[in-house]
Every structure is written in structure tokens, then in C-alpha cells.
């Protein structure tokens, strides 16, 4: 067989001579696939397809086989490093190897590369390493490439997009670093230059799935029922390709596929505890205790009053400690050490350059996105898990945990929670021009909506209301949605109290939205008026009822004479989480796979990877008004 693949790649090879359909590459030191890939504007399956062998070791010196076609990109500015020597740099006490290469622009994995010790070892005070001088080249060249650019059409997404040009949504995305999260209609895109006859449309008799992580033809048997065989007769190109993640597969009509948010039956892990080791957890918060006067109680009190961030450290924190509680009466022992991160930078410098985290099970924060960035960005060598508790990274490195659900997982999900309901409805979309993109989605989405603007004065601004006449004959007797997608609180004010008296027995008006911002809390909004509507919102968490018989409630209000608010919880739910993930598995990555659901108190978490980054969470709740209180909704 190997024999036949490489008489295969000298065919080709010569047909590459003659008729100039194909060009080579020799591999240098350390190139990925992806990088060569990137270079010549194909894909990588691009390159295994004509170099079997590469998929099993791509080896300095190995000569590939690289496809090009009559399709000529513009010149391209190419820049390319030299190496013309090196500058001998002493470390100095508390310089990290983050402050040196900012000293000397240049990027710390340079740094390591010729001082290989830095993969394992951390700076020392005294240390002369080799800081490396390049010479930087800039040329312009054309490439022949297999791309095209391509236009996407009303109704296109990803998933569509990859698809139709015969590659998975990894691949389309690595051809596209810059491709928005939701795709609009003529937004341009990098794809596999194949001629039209060649494009796969997408059949609306059909449903379509996006492969997952680890899952094979067993698993995709269970989930969606349907056998190999079935599959490949829809999907010809997995007999010989196999599947891949990220590739979209046509399934039969009668299968639901929805699997942006999905749902999964939630794990105990308190009955599955085998790493029973000691954790050693760090707590980073901006505490700013340097400024407190704690000889003055009255001081003390006001600051924790008047200073937002030290009251949120200090709920959150409360809750970590009743974790810690909880765990250890299950037999996990943690050592938790907290720093006061000052949420100024200079303390951060200082947290990382006096401490050793490289034996630290996870780092938990900090708060502030740009403190996390650093922290992580620090810690990646070391492998060490760090959490976003509260906010959203402003990075998701391979070793960050983004908590808090996506704003697209959000929208998502309330747009499936909706098409699982297979009753009858009509649908209304209300907005102002601000939100016309979330609008068009929902469009998109729910082909049958009626779409209503928030009107204009005179001189063509936005005047943040719609007329009595707008709604006339609008509404149908039964089932009523109406997503409203603002953040004007006039605005929704105006829209909320139109609809609440269109609300009768006969015609039931539900009000919904993609996003809860403040527009929804504001005094002009009617508590009334949102329970009346039953008013659907998708949440991060759900609220707990402070007369709830849960055990960490009952045991915060009793030690603190209050109910726990959302910090307090946050902090509880998501370190008894970790806690009990790192004691079910070796490490949190490994306990973090995308078929584990936990819930507790009031936040729920189900982890799913990045192709080339970290840690996201994707459990969202739905939540809806119900006589002047909010409850988890269900179908």
C-alpha cells in the first residue's frame, strides 16, 4: 500500500511538471501544516489529499506536493525574519520573561527558542540569556492558489458556507482569521477555488450536522440515529475521507441537529471523585485592601459601600469559601492562596514575578480582562488553567476557561429553545436600527416574521418609538411572539406597554429577546407588564429564591445574616466545579470535555474547545417572568 501511495505522488509529481497544475515545498525546521498551508493560500486538506504520508509525520526536508491553479491573487507583501546574531541581556531582579521581550520587541517564544531552558525552568535574577537579532526582509509576491473570493448570500452561515465549498468550518475559519462570528449578506470570503458545477447546495428537504469533537460513526448513531451506512449514501466523501471535526453532514430531514447549543444530561461528579490529591488553587481579586484604614470600622463600611469592586471581590470570595467547605466534606483538601491584585498592573507584574505557579492546579481570575490576559498569557508554558470568573477574556488562550456563555451561544439558544416548540405561532421581530443585525438574523431564522422598525423624525434620526397603527392587524388569535431587540429603555418602555394591552384571552402575546440588557430594568419598564407577557430572556444563570431550602443558601444566610446575591454564588458554583472536575480527572483539561454538564445553585457549565484556543462555556439557561418572579423556563 505504501509502495502504491508513492509511485501515486511521482505520478502526480510529473503530471505537476507537464502541465503545471502543481508545485512543491520542501519542509524546513519546525513548519506546521498549517503554516505551509497558510503560505501558499490552500488549506490543509488541501495538502494531504495529494501527501498521504504527511499525516502521520511531516518531516524536515520532506518534499510536498502543493496544488495551485489559474486563479492569480494580487501581490502580496511577504515578510520574512534573518537571523544576524544575538545580544547577551543579564536579568535583573524582577524582570520577567514578558518584560524582556517587550524591552526588545520581540516575542517571548523567540526568547525561549535560544534559550530552550525557559521551556522548563523559570528566570532567575542573574541569568544572562540570548536575546536574538533579526534582520526583517519585505517582498512582494504572487501566489497561484486554489482560493476565490466569495460573497455570502442572505440566509448563510458558517456551517452553509463550508458546506457548499466542500470543507469544514475549521478550515473555512483558518482561511478566514478575520470572518465575523455571524456571517451578513456580502460579507467576502476566502474559499476553495472549485468551479460552480462543483458547489453543493444546500437541499431544505435535508437537515445538516456539524461533527463535534472525538465523535465517530458510534456516537453520531446515538445522538442522531442514523447507522454509517446511512450517512456515506448521503455523504459520499466519507468513504474516503472518514469523519472529520467541524464537517457538516446531510442527515435526513426528521433529525434534529441543532448542536450550537445542546442539550446534555447533567453529571454528578461528587460520584466519580478519584483524584483525591491535594489542589492547590490561587485567588486573584482586586481587593485594593492597601486602601482600607482597617483601624476604622466606619472607614471600612463605606469603602465597602462605595468601592463596586471590592464589594463583588468580597461576595465572590465568601462563596469560594463555602466551596472549599463543601469539597473538603467530600474528601477533596485544597490550598488556596489569594492575592489582592490591586487591579493595577504594576501588582500584577509583581504577582508573577514573585511567585512560582507552575505546580498550581488552576488560577482563578483575575477579574479585570486585561489582568487576566496577562496572567494566562504568563502561565500557557506552564499549562496552568486560569478562569475567567465574571468577565469575557480579551484573549482565549489554550489554557483560559471563558466562564460566562458568548453573546452568540446566548441568541442561539433562545432561538432553539423556541423552534423545539412544535405548536403553532406567529412571529413578530421589533427593533431599532442599532439591533438590525440581530433583527435580520431572527429573519433568517423564522422566514415568516414580520419585522417592525422603530421609527424616524424628520430629520432621519432614530426617534426610539413605533405608532398604535404599526401593531394594527398584526396580531393573530393564539400564540404570539414578539422579540424585541433594543437597548433604549424609552424605546422598550413604549413597545412593552403597546403590547401588554394587546395581550387578550384570545390572542397570547409572549415577549422575548436575545439580549436582557438594562433597557429591560429601567423605572419606565412595568414589572406587571413583563410578568403579563411572560417575558423570555436567555441568562447566564438562573435566580434562586432566598427562601429556597438549598443547603448553601440556608448555610450563607446563617452565617451572614443576608441571602447570598449573584457574586456570592458565582463564587460558590464555579469552584465547587473546578474543585470537583480536577478531582475526577488528571488535570481540568481532561475533565472539561464538551459531553460533561454540571449545574448547581444557580449556574451550570458545559466546556467546549477552541480549535486554536481555550475553554469556552456553553450552558445557557432561558428564563421567563412568571407572577413577579423569574424561573427557569421549560417547554
Do not use: C
Request: aromatic content about 8%; overall charge neutral; glycine content about 4%.
Amino acid at each position: 500500500m505504501k509502495k502504491l501511495v508513492i509511485i501515486i505522488a511521482i505520478l502526480l509529481y510529473s503530471f505537476s511538471v507537464s502541465a503545471q497544475d502543481y508545485k512543491t515545498h520542501k519542509v524546513q525546521e519546525g513548519e506546521t501544516i498549517e503554516q505551509i498551508a497558510k503560505q501558499y493560500l490552500v488549506t490543509p486538506f488541501d495538502i494531504f489529499a495529494l501527501n498521504p504520508d504527511a499525516k502521520k509525520e511531516l518531516k524536515p526536508n520532506m518534499v510536498l506536493i502543493i496544488p495551485t491553479s489559474r486563479v492569480k491573487n494580487e501581490e502580496l507583501p511577504s515578510e520574512t525574519k534573518e537571523l544576524i546574531g544575538y545580544k547577551t541581556h543579564k536579568v535583573r531582579r524582577k524582570e520577567t520573561l514578558f518584560s524582556i521581550s517587550k524591552k526588545y520587541n520581540i516575542a517571548m517564544e523567540d526568547i525561549k527558542k535560544y534559550n530552550t531552558s525557559l521551556y522548563s525552568e523559570n528566570l532567575r535574577k542573574g541569568d544572562k540569556i540570548k536575546i536574538p537579532r533579526y534582520k526583517t526582509i519585505v517582498n512582494k509576491v504572487t501566489l497561484n492558489n486554489t482560493i476565490k473570493k466569495y460573497e455570502v448570500l442572505p440566509k448563510e452561515g458558517k456551517w452553509r458556507v463550508a458546506y457548499k465549498f466542500g470543507i469544514t468550518v475549521p478550515e473555512l475559519e483558518m482561511l478566514n482569521p478575520n470572518m465575523n462570528e455571524i456571517l451578513q449578506p456580502g460579507d467576502e470570503l476566502n474559499v476553495p477555488n472549485i468551479s460552480d458545477n462543483e458547489e453543493k447546495a444546500v437541499e431544505e428537504a435535508y437537515n445538516y450536522y456539524t461533527v463535534l469533537k472525538s465523535e465517530g460513526y458510534m456516537a453520531l448513531n446515538r445522538k442522531l440515529g442514523v447507522t454509517q451506512e446511512e450517512l456515506e449514501a448521503l455523504n459520499p466523501e466519507l468513504k474516503d475521507g472518514g469523519l472529520k471535526l467541524g464537517m457538516v453532514l446531510k442527515v435526513p430531514g426528521n433529525i434534529a441537529t441543532t448542536n450550537i447549543i445542546k442539550d446534555v444530561a447533567n453529571t454528578n461528579l461528587a460520584n466519580n471523585l478519584t483524584n483525591l490529591e491535594s489542589k492547590r488553587i490561587a485567588l486573584m481579586l482586586p481587593y485594593s485592601l492597601n486602601k482600607i484604614d482597617v483601624d476604622s470600622v466606619a472607614e471600612a463600611k463605606k469603602m465597602i459601600r462605595t468601592n463596586g469592586l471590592l464589594s463583588v471581590s468580597l461576595d465572590f470570595h465568601a462563596g469560594v469559601l463555602m466551596a472549599l467547605d463543601s469539597a473538603k466534606q467530600l474528601g477533596v483538601s485544597t490550598h488556596l492562596k489569594v492575592f489582592d491584585t490591586r487591579n493595577h498592573n504594576a501588582e500584577i507584574s509583581k504577582i508573577l514575578s514573585t511567585n512560582d505557579f507552575s505546580n498550581y492546579d488552576a488560577v482563578i481570575g483575575p477579574l479585570m480582562p486585561n489582568h487576566l490576559d496577562r496572567i494566562a498569557s504568563e502561565l500557557k508554558s506552564h499549562n496552568v488553567p486560569v478562569v475567567s470568573p465574571l468577565t469575557m477574556p480579551e484573549n482565549l488562550y489554550s489554557n483560559v476557561f471563558q466562564t460566562i456563555p458568548a453573546d452568540d451561544l446566548l441568541e442561539q439558544a433562545i432561538i432553539n429553545f423556541i423552534k423545539k416548540d412544535s405548536l403553532p405561532k406567529h412571529m413578530v421581530i421589533i427593533s431599532d436600527s442599532k439591533h438590525k443585525a440581530i433583527s435580520d438574523k431572527l429573519k433568517g431564522e423564522f422566514p415568516l416574521a414580520k419585522q417592525i422598525q422603530s421609527r424616524k423624525n424628520k430629520k432621519g434620526q432614530e426617534a426610539y418609538f413605533i405608532y398604535q397603527t404599526d401593531l394594527e392587524n398584526i396580531f393573530k388569535s393564539g400564540k404570539n411572539i414578539v422579540f424585541l431587540e433594543t437597548d433604549n429603555e424609552g424605546f422598550a418602555s413604549n413597545v412593552i406597554s403597546m403590547i401588554n394591552g394587546l395581550n387578550v384571552e384570545d390572542q397570547e402575546i409572549i415577549l422575548m429577546t436575545t439580549n436582557k440588557n438594562k433597557a429591560f430594568e429601567g423605572k419606565e419598564i412595568s414589572n406587571y407588564h413583563l410578568s403579563n407577557l411572560k417575558f423570555h430572556y436567555p441568562s447566564v444563570n438562573k435566580d434562586v429564591d432566598a427562601t429556597s431550602r438549598n443547603g448553601f443558601v440556608r448555610k450563607y444566610t446563617s452565617e451572614y445574616g443576608v441571602s447570598p446575591n449573584k457574586y456570592a454564588v458565582r463564587g460558590f458554583d464555579l469552584t465547587l466545579d473546578l474543585l470537583l472536575r480536577l478531582a475526577s480527572d488528571e488535570d481540568l483539561y481532561k475533565a472539561s470535555e464538551s459531553a460533561v454538564e454540571t449545574e448547581y445553585v444557580e449556574n451550570k457549565f458545559r466546556y467546549s474547545k477552541k480549535l486554536f484556543g481555550g475553554y469556552y462555556n456553553e450552558a445557557v439557561y432561558i428564563v421567563k417572568y412568571d407572577d413577579l418572579t423569574i424561573i427557569e423556563a421549560k417547554l
